[in-house]
T-cell receptor, first 111, second 111 residues
């Protein structure tokens, strides 16, 4: 079973920041937080991952609370093309620890 | 550099027929995975492989078989197709501590 809890859906106005929360209260010390998104029916796309420090890349920022029990993915300036299902996943950062997907958050960006 | 290539993109099978879904990668990743995604649901892991000659079951392996004779190829075999196997199938690859790369999917309908 997925180890994370996400709201089923969120809306965001174009150009505004989209803040997607994720609860992972049972996360272990060696587990990372990964974020993926799936646009329409395409294959999921990797966004970002982190262990305990905040992370930023060209797509998004990841904020992890100090106790690591929750995190927030931030899309700083959402566009219509960011409309997708966003998955928050926790896993050990070795390839033999598989990605286990939950149902994610459906983000709708509106004009 | 094509990444992960899946064929075919679409297929309709009759109940009891067999088929092989092809997955090929050119990134020299050791780890490969097969997922299925039912409508409105997250992805479920079917089988995975940590290298040529090594495969293991995921969450939903029943009704499927895999083989991994080379690093590049990881075919998924359906022996006796059933309506419950109607789904979208995604192949993915990864290497340690990096994100997964997914193919564009195969949409299978069993009638």
């Amino acid at each position: 079973d997925a180890k994370t809890t996400q709201p089923p859906s969120m809306d965001c106005a174009e150009g505004r920041a989209a803040n997607l929360p994720c609860n992972h209260s049972t996360i272990s010390g060696n587990e990372y937080v990964y974020w993926y998104r799936q646009i329409h029916s395409q294959g999921p796309q990797y966004i970002i991952h982190g262990l305990k420090n905040n992370e930023t890349n060209e797509m998004a920022s990841l904020i992890i609370t100090e106790d690591r029990k929750s995190s927030t993915l931030i899309l700083p300036h959402a566009t219509l093309r960011d409309t997708a299902v966003y998955y928050c996943i926790v896993r050990v950062a070795i390839a033999t620890d598989k990605l286990i997907f939950g149902t994610g958050t459906r983000l709708q960006v509106f004009p | 550099n094509a990444g992960v290539t899946q064929t075919p993109k679409f297929r309709i099978l009759k109940i009891g027929q067999s088929m092989t879904l092809q997955c090929t990668q050119d990134m020299n990743h050791n780890y490969m995975y097969w997922y299925r995604q039912d409508p409105g649901m997250g992805l479920k892991l079917i089988y995975y492989s940590v290298g040529a000659g090594i495969t293991d079951k995921g969450e939903v392996p029943n009704g499927y078989n895999v083989s991994r004779s080379t690093t590049e190829d990881f075919p998924l075999r359906l022996e006796l197709a059933a309506p419950s196997q109607t789904s979208v199938y995604f192949c993915a690859t990864s290497r340690t501590n990096y994100g997964y790369t997914f193919g564009s999917g195969t949409r299978l309908t069993v009638v």
